[in-house]
């Protein structure tokens, strides 16, 4: 080992990857050992047992690159960005109208050559590294990814290859160096899905793939995160939905009293907590949750309340976090039949006024990541990890409440068979005329992906779902001291532990669960309306958001058409969208805009690098021009937002 380089290896990894030069500093011993040197030709790991390169490490090294640097055939293509209805939402206008461009230029959208830059290099398998600076040298990529299984190999690499040099190379592209060490494959898969989506989500198109040296735990890593791949650049929000959660969170301050739900310490509580979400295998768990009603925690999430109530069971909690009109439509029908002022609502302050209104109890959190959050829910901070689903955010604030023993019924995000795609009591099914007035809601009961089923064999489900099971996989990640145990028959979902409803044993103890539902109501805060919706706020943000559209069309004006640097233009959108430094309102402003401009841009990202030269600077012209246009609508809207939202705090001031 070469102790100068290895030093400042360390040293680099200090101010880049900190969590990493964690677990080398002070005395760090190795099971194998660095044998051999390049000088001599045979550089090896000793595993104790045999050597880890079959030949020398530099030798395989190098024959490995230039093969892989010939044919460069692993990569993350996306393709030609499909168009979408014109609903009416500015980033669908801009792509319906690109599209329609695109067809009077008589464009084929077939495959074609891809331009050889790329967001990503993905590296799985590290060993002693010497492919990696070579690779970083010759690819036109920004930000680098390498998964290892052993972290002993890291330190291994540290005293053989320059990590400084590399990581100053990649920090000089505006990209990041990060390392993923873990032996468990779904876990690589979700770490590597997380990373993509930050620092360089715009560039994803083109990134590339490499994998060092055959593993079992690292091939599987590769096929997981190859499943993720369909949601892997999945829309971030609209900002229309964002003016609709600001508009949503001032009703619900300004018209209802609830608690407030934080993230902070709290005590452990034994009681079960059984979330019951709509999915087609609730119809068989409704004896199971029948029998515990009484000495666990019932919680409906969703449609999944219509699926229990139609059973004749009255959950303790609901939840809902969708701000569209279905959930009211849906709520507002089963409060015709039932006394939903009995259960308790945990929702997001974002979801429709009218929905919180038909519930007793109200507890109510600030979403992560919406603009409303950023902007007024400094205080009490933003909830992580409670989407995309309401299942998600069941166990979620479960687990925060300090729940510790889980049970998943029907939450299946997927389906065996695709014609029973939710409960038989869900008003999917119970009700013929609901899904004909709900695009939003019959969306999500097409299921064109196939994935392993929780209790075995294949199940079908769709993007939305298949995000949802990452995310509920990273929940589990975190709260390593909870067990959850999934008794749907849907997708199979990491960490959780699967089983049959008539297998599970529950300690019944009815008067366990009265004194933690006491106790969880002492834990909850309580803030004044005018506390949590101040006019100071509305007006500062109406200031910032004047500023953010006129620098935004300065951007745009200012673009070269002729020799567009799109990376350069990323990193302008990405200036302007994603500084997690600013101050409360201009994130509030970036989460507002983030999800529309960022489909806007990978539209032209994907679209320009597969146009031929001849068409790319008129087709930028042409896409300059739309987004233009639908600044300018975003701006009048939020003109009629910060106007409504003044008049609405003024009167609780």
């Not at 925690?297 to 059973?311: E, M, Y």
């Not at 233009?569 to 101050?583: E, S």
């Not at 300018?632 to 409504?644: C, R």
Request: glycine share 8%.
């Amino acid at each position: 080992m070469d102790e100068d380089l290895f030093q400042a290896n360390l040293e680099a990894l200090q101010k880049y990857q900190p969590h990493i030069a964690k677990l080398f500093e002070g005395t760090y011993t190795p099971y194998s050992r660095v044998v051999g040197s390049r000088v001599t030709g045979n550089l090896n790991i000793d595993l104790g047992h045999t050597t880890f390169y079959q030949k020398d490490a530099a030798s395989f090294a190098d024959a490995q690159v230039t093969s892989y640097l010939e044919k460069r055939d692993q990569r993350i293509e996306l393709g030609w960005r499909d168009i979408p209805e014109d609903n009416g939402r500015v980033a669908e206008t801009v792509l319906v109208k690109g599209g329609a461009y695109l067809a009077e230029q008589g464009v084929e959208r077939q495959v074609q050559a891809l331009d050889p830059d790329g967001g990503y290099l993905i590296v799985f398998g590290l060993g002693l590294g010497l492919h990696l600076e070579r690779l970083i040298d010759s690819l036109d990529i920004r930000s680098v990814i390498v998964v290892e299984r052993f972290e002993e190999f890291v330190y291994h690499a540290m005293g053989q290859v320059d990590f400084k040099r590399m990581l100053e190379e990649i920090d000089r592209r505006k990209g990041t160096l990060q390392f993923v060490i873990s032996d468990t494959p779904q876990h690589i898969a979700n770490y590597i899905f997380y990373m993509m989506r930050q620092n360089s989500f715009g560039l994803i198109d083109g990134s590339y793939i490499y994998s060092h040296y055959d593993s079992f735990v690292l091939d599987e890593s590769l096929k997981y995160f190859k499943e993720r791949l369909p949601v892997l650049a999945a829309n971030p929000g609209f900002f229309e939905d964002e003016q609709t959660m600001l508009r949503n969170y001032i009703g619900n301050t300004t018209r209802h009293e609830s608690f407030v739900y934080a993230d902070k310490p709290r005590a452990v509580k034994n009681t079960p907590v059984i979330i019951c979400g709509s999915g087609p295998s609730i119809d068989q768990a409704v004896d199971f949750v029948k029998k515990h009603r009484d000495s666990a925690i019932v919680i409906s999430c969703g449609t999944g309340l219509g699926a229990l109530l139609g059973h004749g069971i009255e959950p303790d909690f609901h939840v809902d976090i969708e701000n569209t009109p279905g959930p009211v439509e849906i709520v507002e029908g089963l409060s015709s039949k039932h006394k939903l002022n009995r259960i308790s609502l945990i929702a997001s302050n974002t979801v429709r006024p009218e929905l919180v209104g038909r519930f007793g109890q109200r507890i109510l959190f600030y979403r992560d990541t919406v603009s409303s959050s950023k902007l007024f829910g400094q205080k009490y901070g933003e909830v992580f990890h409670a989407v995309p689903t309401v299942a998600n955010t069941a166990a979620r604030i479960a687990l925060g409440l300090g729940f510790r023993n889980l049970h998943l019924v029907g939450v299946d995000l997927g389906a065996r068979d695709q014609n029973q795609h939710h409960g038989q009591h869900s008003v999917y099914l119970s009700d013929p005329e609901f899904l004909k007035t709900h695009p939003e809601h019959l969306a999500a009961t097409a299921f064109p992906i196939e994935v392993p089923g929780n209790l075995g064999g294949t199940v079908h489900t769709n993007q939305s779902f298949l995000f949802a099971s990452i995310h509920f996989s990273g929940l589990v990640a975190r709260y390593k001291d909870a067990i959850i145990r999934n008794h749907s028959d849907g997708i199979r979902i990491t960490g959780t532990v699967p089983c049959l409803p008539e297998s599970a044993v529950i300690d019944d103890d009815v008067s366990r669960k009265a004194r933690d539902l006491e106790r969880l109501r002492s834990e909850l805060d309580w803030a004044a309306r005018a506390d949590l919706a101040p006019v100071s706020k509305v007006e500062a943000l109406g200031e910032a958001l004047e500023i953010f559209y006129a620098t935004f069309e300065a951007v745009l004006n200012s673009v070269d058409a002729e020799n567009l640097d799109l990376r350069g233009l990323f990193d302008d959108f990405r200036d302007l969208l994603d500084d997690p430094f600013a101050a409360d309102v201009d994130q509030c402003v970036q989460k507002m805009h983030v999800g529309t401009m960022m489909i806007s841009y990978t539209f032209l990202y994907q679209t320009y690098r597969r146009l031929p030269e001849s068409l790319r600077a008129e087709f930028f012209e042409n896409f300059r021009q739309d987004l233009l246009e639908g600044l300018s609508v975003m701006q009048q809207a939020s003109e009629q937002l910060i106007a409504d939202m003044t008049e609405a705090t003024r009167k609780i001031a």
